[in-house]
């Protein structure tokens, strides 16, 4: 397992961005897809975007498609999620998370292991 740390969140208007940031410690984060979730009160955590290890292949829940992008950077281990055009449907606490899977980006919550205490987005109407 790794640990996790988010940051980054906030309180922003409708139609703003964030970009949310997680630090991994260990040796092994270079080799492990990495993932974002929400949850909103009342409600269960879902998907958000799912990045490889190499980088090289992404994923993203319909909801977010072509406003979020998920990114790394291995060197640092980071990975960050910039988040645009931001909704009140947006407004969450969200979790980074890590999984020992390395060859593709997976969306579900099953294939991670290791998980940040979460960093609240809310989005204003």
């Known amino acids: 397992q790794v640990q996790l740390v988010e940051s980054g969140g906030g309180l922003v208007q409708a139609g703003g961005s964030l970009r949310l940031s997680c630090a991994a410690s260990?040796?092994?984060?270079?080799?492990?897809?990495m993932g974002w979730f929400r949850q909103a009160p009342g409600k269960e955590r879902e998907f958000v975007a799912a990045i490889s290890a190499s980088s090289s292949i992404t994923v993203y829940a319909d909801s977010v498609k072509g406003r979020f992008t998920i990114s790394r950077d291995n060197a640092k281990n980071m990975v960050y999620l910039q988040m645009n055009s931001l909704k009140p449907e947006d407004t969450a606490v969200y979790y980074c998370?890590?999984?020992?899977?390395?060859?593709?980006?997976?969306?579900?919550?099953?294939?991670?292991?290791?998980w940040g205490q979460g960093t609240q987005v809310t989005v204003s109407s």
């Open positions: 998370a890590a999984t020992a899977l390395t060859s593709s980006a997976y969306s579900g919550r099953s294939s991670y292991d290791s």
């Open positions: 260990g040796r092994t984060f270079s080799s492990r897809a």
